[in-house]
């Protein structure tokens, strides 16, 4: 597949335009997003939509796949091709694009607001490739109200494949799941956790075994095993591993 990273920026929509003063301005942003990686286990970026690059790319090594932040901010989108499979660049753009689609359907008001995130792989070139979680906010809007500038967090996946593509309205308690056979957005149903389930997954977020967790609750350990079961049919999880990431996506614990 060749490397025409302008596949990327097809669906913005208008043209954002950002000036010399208006990157002044940006640069307290961006020095909240190096705190923010200082304090996080994710690795952060900062995708610059007007001049088509990356504007900040955090120190965590997990996104860097062994080059330096310096070397990924230099290649810019180039990076994706180096990086991800080529039968995922495919796909990372198929989701750009729908991702944008939805976007512009968001009223300008709200699109701050918006979280699309998705799994898919990278490692090193003839490397042992790693599944990761992808997401991606707005972090700017320009003065047209175009996105500017976006936040992207980058941790491990606790899914076992790449896709996964959700998007959600911060404040709306709506998420829509993307299906790559109809090419449309699906409404996710509500995920709600009993007070009860809630305390099992931040219990097993400890390392605590079934038996410790049933000691601390002062239940039958067959009671926690029941409970997980029903916690993993509400998840779509196989294991406590994807329930904990699942539950922690949606800030759920």
């Known amino acids: 597949m060749k490397n025409d990273v302008s596949r990327f920026f097809r669906s ?17 942003c961006v020095s909240a997003v190096d705190a923010m990686a ?8 900062v995708i610059d939509y007007n001049r088509k690059n ?24 180039e990076f994706y091709f180096d990086v991800v499979p080529e039968d995922e660049i495919g796909m990372l753009l198929e989701i750009n694009d729908a991702g944008f689609g939805f976007y512009n359907s968001v009223q300008a008001d709200r699109r701050l607001d918006c979280i699309i995130e998705y799994d898919f792989h990278i490692g090193l070139p003839h490397g042992r490739m790693h ?19 976006a ?26 799941s993307y299906s790559f056979v109809s090419k449309r957005w699906r409404k996710c149903q509500d995920v709600r ?11 097993s977020v400890q ?3 079934n038996n410790e967790i049933a000691e ?26 994807e329930a904990i990431g699942v539950a922690s996506g949606l800030q759920l614990i």
């Not at 304090?39 to 970026?45: A, D, G, M, Q, T």
Request: glycine share 8%.
């Open 193 to 203: 956790l009993t007070e009860r389930e809630a305390d099992i997954l931040r219990l």
């Open 38 to 45: 200082r304090c996080s286990n994710c690795s952060l970026y």
């Open 54 to 77: 990356f504007l900040y790319v955090s120190s965590n090594p997990l996104f860097l796949c062994g080059y330096s932040p310096e070397e990924v901010k230099a290649k810019g989108y």
């Open 216 to 241: 601390c609750l002062y239940v039958d350990v067959n009671t926690v095993k029941y409970h997980k079961k029903i916690l993993f049919d509400k998840l779509g999880a196989r294991n406590i591993v």
């Open 151 to 176: 936040l992207c967090a980058v941790s491990l996946s606790c899914g076992k494949d790449a896709g996964n593509v959700v998007i959600q309205v911060k404040g709306e308690n709506e998420r829509f």
């Open 12 to 28: 913005i929509g208008c043209q954002c335009t950002a000036s010399d003063a208006d990157y002044e301005k940006a640069a307290m």
């Open 131 to 149: 599944l990761i979680h992808h997401k991606l906010s707005p972090l700017l809007l320009s003065r047209g109200g175009d996105l500017w500038l």
């Open 207 to 209: 390392g605590m075994s």
